[in-house]
C-alpha cells in the first residue's frame, strides 16, 4: 500500500507504508520543500523515500531500497554542489545517495576500514554531521567510542580518534569554525578542533551521570550547545563559554526529549519533539538564566515524535516525523 496524504491550511501530512524513524529536509531553496524519510523496520531491508510538495500535497517522488533502518539522513549543505540531490544514511556504514531522473541512486558506501581490518562486523554510526564550512568533510559518531572524519572528495577517512570512554551518541559542526562536539554514554559534552585532535574539552558532564543521546548546536550563536540526557525530561542548555555547568533547562510536562534542533533564522528559538507526542518551540532567551516550562508553541501530535526538523530553505515551516507520518507546519 502506497503511502498516503493530506493536507490543512498551513499544514500537510504524509501517511507512510512502513515504520519510520530518520528524517531530513533539503537545505537548498531550488528543493525547499522536499524530504527525505527513512523506514525502521526490524530486518535488513529497509527504505527510503523521496517526498516533494506538489499542488498542496505530499507526494513520494522515488524510492530506494536502504540496507537496515538509516540511524540518520542528512541532505549535503546548502553551499554544496549538487546539495539539493546529495543525501547521505548512516547504518554500520556511510552511504551517498543521489536523487536524479525520479530515482535514488547509491553512489557511495564507506565502511570504517581501520575497524574492517580488525572485525568483520562493523560497529553501527549512530549519527554523522556535515560541515557546512567545508562541504566535502562530515563526521560521523560511532557506538565503538570513536568519531570518524570523513573527506567525501576522496571517500577516504581523514582521521579517527577514541572521543568518549563509552559510546559517542550524536555529533555537530560549528557553523563558523573548525570545531566539532560530541555527546556519549560516559554523559559528557566534548569539543574538538579539527586544527589538533590530541586535546578536547569537556564542556559539560551530566549529573548525577546519565548518558546524553542529542546536541545541537545554535546556528547563530555558536557558544550555545543543547543536549538531551537519557530518560530525563526536558532540554539542557550549556554556554561553552562557561563550562560544566548548565545555562538553562527547558522542561514542558516532564516530557523526555527524542530530537532537538535550533531555528535557522533566529538565535533564540529551539524545535522539540517529544515521547508523548508534542512538538515544541522554546524561545530561549525567556529561559536564561533559570528553568523554562512555558514554550511559545507546544503542538500535539497524538502519537510520539521521534524527529523534528526546521530547515533553513523554508524557515517559517518544520517537519515533525511520527511513526507512520510525517507533518508539516506553518509556524
Given at each position: 500500500?502506497?503511502?498516503?496524504?493530506?493536507?490543512?491550511?498551513?499544514?500537510?501530512?504524509?501517511?507512510?507504508?512502513?515504520?519510520?524513524?530518520?528524517?531530513?529536509?533539503?537545505?537548498?531553496?531550488?528543493?525547499?520543500?522536499?524530504?527525505?524519510?527513512?523506514?525502521?523496520?526490524?530486518?535488513?531491508?529497509?527504505?527510503?523515500?523521496?517526498?516533494?510538495?506538489?499542488?498542496?500535497?505530499?507526494?513520494?517522488?522515488?524510492?530506494?531500497?536502504?540496507?537496515?533502518?538509516?540511524?540518520?539522513?542528512?541532505?549535503?549543505?546548502?553551499?554544496?554542489?549538487?546539495?539539493?540531490?546529495?543525501?547521505?544514511?548512516?547504518?554500520?556504514?556511510?552511504?551517498?545517495?543521489?536523487?536524479?531522473?525520479?530515482?535514488?541512486?547509491?553512489?557511495?558506501?564507506?565502511?570504517?576500514?581501520?575497524?574492517?581490518?580488525?572485525?568483520?562486523?562493523?560497529?553501527?554510526?549512530?549519527?554523522?554531521?556535515?560541515?557546512?564550512?567545508?562541504?566535502?568533510?562530515?563526521?560521523?559518531?560511532?557506538?565503538?567510542?570513536?568519531?570518524?572524519?570523513?573527506?567525501?572528495?576522496?571517500?577516504?577517512?581523514?582521521?579517527?580518534?577514541?572521543?568518549?570512554?563509552?559510546?559517542?551518541?550524536?555529533?555537530?559542526?560549528?557553523?563558523?569554525?573548525?570545531?566539532?562536539?560530541?555527546?556519549?554514554?560516559?554523559?559528557?559534552?566534548?569539543?574538538?578542533?579539527?586544527?589538533?585532535?590530541?586535546?578536547?574539552?569537556?564542556?559539560?558532564?551530566?549529573?548525577?551521570?546519565?548518558?546524553?543521546?542529542?546536541?545541537?548546536?545554535?546556528?547563530?550563536?555558536?557558544?550555545?550547545?543543547?543536549?538531551?540526557?537519557?530518560?530525563?525530561?526536558?532540554?539542557?542548555?550549556?554556554?561553552?563559554?562557561?563550562?560544566?555547568?548548565?545555562?538553562?533547562?527547558?522542561?514542558?510536562?516532564?516530557?523526555?526529549?527524542?530530537?532537538?534542533?535550533?531555528?535557522?533564522?533566529?538565535?533564540?528559538?529551539?524545535?522539540?519533539?517529544?515521547d508523548d507526542g508534542f512538538g515544541i518551540i522554546w524561545d530561549?532567551?525567556?529561559?536564561?538564566?533559570?528553568?523554562?516550562?512555558?514554550?511559545?508553541?507546544?503542538?500535539?501530535?497524538?502519537?510520539?515524535?521521534?524527529?523534528?526538523?526546521?530547515?533553513?530553505?523554508?524557515?517559517?515551516?518544520?517537519?515533525?516525523?511520527?511513526?507512520?507520518?510525517?507533518?508539516?507546519?506553518?509556524?
Open positions: 500500500m502506497e503511502g498516503t496524504t493530506s493536507s490543512l491550511s498551513g499544514r500537510h501530512d504524509y501517511d507512510t507504508k512502513w515504520p519510520a524513524y530518520s528524517c531530513a529536509w533539503s537545505a537548498t531553496p531550488e528543493a525547499r520543500f522536499r524530504l527525505a524519510v527513512g523506514s525502521c523496520i526490524e530486518e535488513k531491508r529497509n527504505f527510503i523515500e523521496i517526498l516533494e510538495l506538489n499542488e498542496g500535497n505530499l507526494e513520494c517522488v522515488a524510492e530506494a531500497e536502504h540496507p537496515f533502518p538509516p540511524t540518520k539522513l542528512l541532505w549535503r549543505p546548502e553551499n554544496g554542489c549538487d546539495g539539493g540531490n546529495l543525501l547521505a544514511s548512516s547504518t554500520t556504514t556511510l552511504n551517498l545517495w543521489k536523487v536524479e531522473d525520479g530515482q535514488v541512486k547509491c553512489v557511495a558506501t564507506m565502511a570504517n576500514t581501520r575497524a574492517q581490518k580488525q572485525s568483520t562486523n562493523l560497529p553501527p554510526l549512530s549519527s554523522f554531521d556535515w560541515s557546512s564550512i567545508n562541504n566535502n568533510k562530515l563526521g560521523a559518531s560511532s557506538v565503538d567510542t570513536t568519531c570518524t572524519i570523513w573527506n567525501l572528495e576522496k571517500q577516504k577517512i581523514e582521521t579517527q580518534l577514541i572521543a568518549h570512554d563509552k559510546a559517542v551518541y550524536d555529533i555537530a559542526f560549528s557553523h563558523v569554525d573548525s570545531l566539532f562536539a560530541s555527546v556519549g554514554a560516559d554523559g559528557s559534552v566534548r569539543i574538538f578542533d579539527l586544527r589538533n585532535l590530541d586535546h578536547s574539552t569537556i564542556v559539560y558532564e551530566s549529573s548525577p551521570p546519565s548518558p546524553l543521546l542529542r546536541l545541537a548546536w545554535n546556528k547563530s550563536n555558536t557558544n550555545h550547545i543543547a543536549t538531551v540526557a537519557m530518560d530525563a525530561p526536558g532540554v539542557t542548555l550549556i554556554d561553552i563559554r562557561r563550562p560544566s555547568v548548565a545555562l538553562a533547562g527547558l522542561n514542558y510536562r516532564d516530557s523526555c526529549v527524542n530530537s532537538i534542533t535550533w531555528a535557522p533564522h533566529s538565535r533564540n528559538h529551539l524545535l522539540c519533539g517529544t530561549i532567551a525567556e529561559a536564561i538564566p533559570s528553568k523554562l516550562d512555558t514554550p511559545c508553541l507546544a503542538y500535539e501530535c497524538n502519537s510520539e515524535v521521534f524527529q523534528a526538523q526546521w530547515p533553513a530553505s523554508q524557515p517559517d515551516y518544520v517537519a515533525l516525523g511520527m511513526a507512520h507520518q510525517i507533518r508539516l507546519l506553518q509556524v
